[in-house]
Structure formats: C-alpha cells, structure tokens
C-alpha cells in the first residue's frame, strides 16, 4: 500500500475574556491518506496526455502529401499527425528539403529555428496555419 502524508495547517480565533481582543492560534495535525498500491496515485495515474491538432485538416493533408512525396514514401506507408520525420527514415536534408516544400506550396517563410523544431507532421502543419493565418492578419 502506498501512503501520502501531510501537515494541515488551521487557525482558530481564540477570544479571551480579560482583555476581549482577538488572537490567532494555530494546530498542526498530520494528515495520512493511502490507497491500495494496484490502483495507483488517482492524481498521479500515468496516462497519455495529447493535444489535439490545432491545424487545418487540408492543411494536414497537405503536408502528409509533400512528406510522402519528399521522402519518397509508398502509398502503403502510413502517415498520421505523430509520424516523426526521423522515424520515417528523414535526415536533417530531407527535413530541410520538407520544410522548403511547404514553404513553397503555402507561400509562406519559416525561420530556420522554427524549421529545427518541427520532427513530425503535427508540427509542421500548426505551423504552417500559424504563418498562414499571421500573413492573412498583416502579421510577421
């Protein structure tokens, strides 16, 4: 069984009677809480945390498209919003060639520390909709 111990802190007016002013008193009192060990920390469960894709479903498509071109992927390889670019057998001149692609098929222009730090196709289509929609709004 694991267990989790803390300190609860209370105060607690105290009025006395000789001189009708107020004080504050504080208790100190532990505190234990346990559960079984097989159910785990219900705070602490280890479960996977995703977020949804921010981008544009064409936008998406549209990279998985120019990733399966530039990689010269097979219709049969599977690509979804989490396929890693190095998993799919890119080194840092295919992703450089990757993002040049996309620039030129969104018009738009990545800065290269941002080209660094897209590894998957999620990445580079939050980014794309990000610099697509920042060049519609008269962005930078």
Do not use: C, Q, R, Y
């Given at each position: 069984m694991a267990a989790v111990s803390a300190s609860c802190l209370r105060f607690q007016p105290l009025f006395s009677q000789s001189n009708k002013s107020s004080q504050a008193a504080a208790s100190l009192k532990p505190l234990s809480?346990?559960?079984?060990?097989?159910?785990?920390?219900?705070?602490?469960?280890a479960s996977r945390f995703r977020v949804s894709c921010a981008a544009k479903p064409e936008t998406v498509d549209k990279v998985i498209e120019i990733v399966r071109k530039q990689l010269a992927l097979t219709p049969e390889t599977e690509l979804t919003n989490e396929s890693k670019f190095a998993a799919l057998g890119a080194d840092s001149l295919d992703t450089v060639?990757?993002?040049?692609?996309?620039?030129?098929?969104?018009?738009?222009?990545?800065?290269?520390?941002s080209s660094q730090n897209i590894t998957t196709v999620r990445e580079a289509a939050d980014m794309i909709d990000k610099l697509v929609q920042e060049k519609a709004g008269g962005g930078s």
């Open positions: 809480v346990g559960w079984a060990k097989n159910t785990g920390f219900p705070s602490l469960k060639e990757i993002v040049m692609a996309l620039e030129e098929e969104f018009d738009i222009n990545v800065e290269e520390e």
